[in-house]
């Protein structure tokens, strides 16, 4: 019999969740069956007023309110990284909130966090698979076309860099074959069936994956 394992996700924005949901519960699942016994991902999105509140506060009211109203083991922590490594943000941002959560009561706190750190943005991890980028804005164009050939962690803005592409694919249409497709659209769709194998190309994605294996190591999920 599979028994449940309750993990968390906080992100960055709204439109963070959207893609990020699908790769993050796919992502566990996958690495769920390493794990020792048959383990069923039940994965919650957790939403906090930030107002007032700086990055540490956010991730203690996140952790507290995901181990009160859900059970959580685990809480994946989204933030990205503006940069072109994840170092930055490791140091002013999850160091001083692992800090805070080792300190924390573990009956009211989960006091377990795996970063998520897109390098630049999120959008990069969507530029990855070019094939299902162009399949859903709808397009036959090149990648070369549409400036997707580049490298998507050495890309500083990648959500224009989509934006773009969607602008030269409907170009050439008439208005009335427009649909006004806009980037809000993809995040869903794409976080849903993007593949984790292409993904697995980003370094930022292997150090989630690598996080995330072993946060389940510290709560003796998986052993090598």
């Given at each position: 019999m599979s028994r449940l394992f309750y993990a968390g996700l906080f992100t960055e924005g709204t439109t963070d969740i959207r893609f990020l949901e699908g790769v993050v519960k796919r992502t566990l699942t996958e690495v769920a069956f390493e794990c020792v016994g048959d383990i069923e991902i039940a994965l919650h999105i957790i939403t906090v007023q930030k107002t007032g509140l700086n990055f540490t506060e956010q991730v203690k009211c996140a952790a507290h309110i995901g181990c009160v109203e859900f059970g959580i083991s685990l809480l994946c922590v989204h933030t990205d990284a503006d940069d072109s490594t994840d170092q930055t943000v490791l140091q002013s941002k999850f160091t001083p909130a692992h800090f805070i959560m080792n300190e924390v009561d573990e009956r009211e706190y989960c006091k377990l966090i795996t970063p998520i750190i897109p390098v630049h943005m999120t959008e990069a991890w969507m530029l990855a698979d070019t094939d299902l980028l162009r399949k859903e804005i709808g397009t036959t164009r090149a990648v070369n076309e549409l400036g997707l050939y580049r490298d998507p962690e050495s890309i500083a803005d990648p959500k224009t860099v989509i934006e773009e592409a969607i602008r030269i694919a409907y170009s050439e249409r008439t208005r009335r074959r427009r649909n006004d497709l806009t980037i809000s659209e993809l995040y869903l769709p794409m976080g849903r069936k993007?593949?984790?194998?292409?993904?697995?190309?980003?370094?930022?994605?292997r150090l989630f994956k690598s996080?995330?294996?072993?946060?389940?190591?510290?709560?003796?999920?998986?052993?090598d």
């Open positions: 993007i593949s984790l194998d292409i993904l697995e190309h980003l370094d930022s994605f996080r995330l294996r072993e946060s389940l190591r510290q709560l003796n999920l998986l052993h």
